[in-house]
């Protein structure tokens, strides 16, 4: 079991840089790959950024890339997202979700996530 809890949304200008966390508990950090989704009202959730168990590999939306940052902080138990420049299209609830099959290569599928947060909402305005 892997409990997850996100904070650090809010009401963002374009160009903002908020980070949001996910405090993990449950199962030993490290064990699980971790990625961030977001879902904006009437779309579907879609993947946004992913980093591997070992912390060695991370994957990113071609919509985030280089704008966004994926981390970890193993000594607080908690997962990170930076981001950064952001956009209106930014907006949405944005969910951390852990997978504990070890499988990075099906890191941008929801489906292979096993545990999701509740969420935390992101707006940004023009």
């Known amino acids: 079991q892997v409990q997850l809890v996100e904070s650090g949304g809010g009401l963002v200008q374009a160009g903002g840089s908020p980070r949001l966390s996910c405090a993990a508990s449950g199962r030993t950090f490290g064990s699980y790959n971790m990625g961030w989704f977001r879902q904006a009202p009437g779309k579907e959730r879609e993947f946004v950024a992913a980093?591997?168990?070992?912390?060695?590999?991370?994957v990113y939306a071609d919509s985030v890339k280089g704008r966004f940052t994926i981390y970890r902080d193993a000594a607080k138990n908690t997962f990170y997202l930076q981001m950064n420049s952001l956009k209106p299209e930014d907006t949405a609830v944005y969910y951390c979700?852990?997978?504990?099959?070890?499988?990075?290569?099906?890191?941008?599928?929801?489906?292979?996530?096993?545990?999701w947060g509740q969420g935390t909402q992101v707006t940004v305005s023009s």
């Open positions: 980093i591997k168990w070992s912390g060695s590999n991370t």
């Open positions: 979700a852990a997978d504990v099959t070890w499988n990075f290569q099906q890191a941008t599928k929801i489906g292979e996530y096993d545990y």
